[in-house]
């Protein structure tokens, strides 16, 4: 357990479906991510948020939507996506100090999703 | 592109040490070398990270060169749950992140 729960831990959707993944962190941190872990491919850093505000977007596609109400949870909103979208979604969190320095990053258990 | 390199596979025996090795010559001064291990379809799990000094904590020991060019991870007693893959990341300051490479798998055999 690293305080960082992730649902739903697997996802099978059409490319047609609108669907939520949703992260939520209990270690009072401030910094949150979404990486996508595609099958024998690095980690690649997704969305960055950062006391709710979203500091980094590598050039993600539009069809994946991050949302962050507060500090404790974080979305990503799904909506017509691809078969090679299909990967492990992950979502992390750090203490978030605003200044843009590297902190330890806590994973949470991901989601398995799979385009049809 | 990743900062660092290890080998992609090593075996380990069952109550042994295991060192894996990592090389990162091109880090800068104010760069952290951190490790974190996944085990089959799970997220990442941090595990030790250093500047300049060697670092221990309850899961392992970090060695780092003193030209810091390289580093090895040590588990000194490994067992069958230590079975992961084993990434050693260089952080970058300026942000957040994280580059990550293909890392270590590391089989530990009976």
């Known amino acids: 357990e690293t305080g960082v729960t992730q649902t739903p831990r697997h996802l099978v959707m059409g490319m047609t479906n609108k669907k939520s993944l949703k992260c939520e962190q209990h270690?009072?941190?401030?910094?949150m991510y979404w990486y996508k872990q595609s099958a024998k491919k690095p980690l690649e850093l997704m969305f960055v948020?950062?006391?709710?505000?979203?500091?980094e977007n590598n050039s993600v596609p539009s069809r994946f939507s991050p949302e962050c109400p507060n500090s404790s949870h974080l979305f990503l909103h799904l909506h017509t996506l691809q078969p090679e979208d299909s990967a492990l979604y992950l979502c992390?969190?750090?203490?978030?100090?605003?200044?843009?320095?590297?902190?330890?990053?806590?994973f949470g258990p991901g989601t398995r999703l799979l385009v049809l | 592109d990743a900062k660092t390199t290890q080998p992609p596979s090593m075996d380990c025996a069952e109550g042994r040490a295991a060192n894996l090795p990592c090389n990162h010559s091109?880090?800068?001064?104010?760069?952290?070398v951190y490790w974190y291990r996944q085990i089959h379809s799970q997220g990442p799990q941090y595990i030790i990270h250093?500047?300049?000094?060697?670092e221990t904590n309850e899961m392992a020991s970090l060695i780092i060169t003193e030209d810091r060019k390289s580093s090895t991870l040590i588990l000194p007693h490994a067992t069958l749950r230590d079975t992961a893959v084993y990434y050693c990341i260089v952080s970058m300051d300026s942000n957040y992140q994280l580059i990550w490479g293909a890392g270590t798998k590391l089989i530990i055999k009976p």
């Open positions: 250093g500047l300049k000094n060697n």
């Open positions: 948020y950062n006391f709710k505000e979203q500091t």
């Open positions: 992390a969190s750090s203490q978030g100090s605003g200044t843009g320095k590297f902190e330890t990053q806590y």
């Open positions: 270690l009072g941190h401030n910094a």
């Open positions: 091109t880090i800068s001064g104010n760069e952290y």
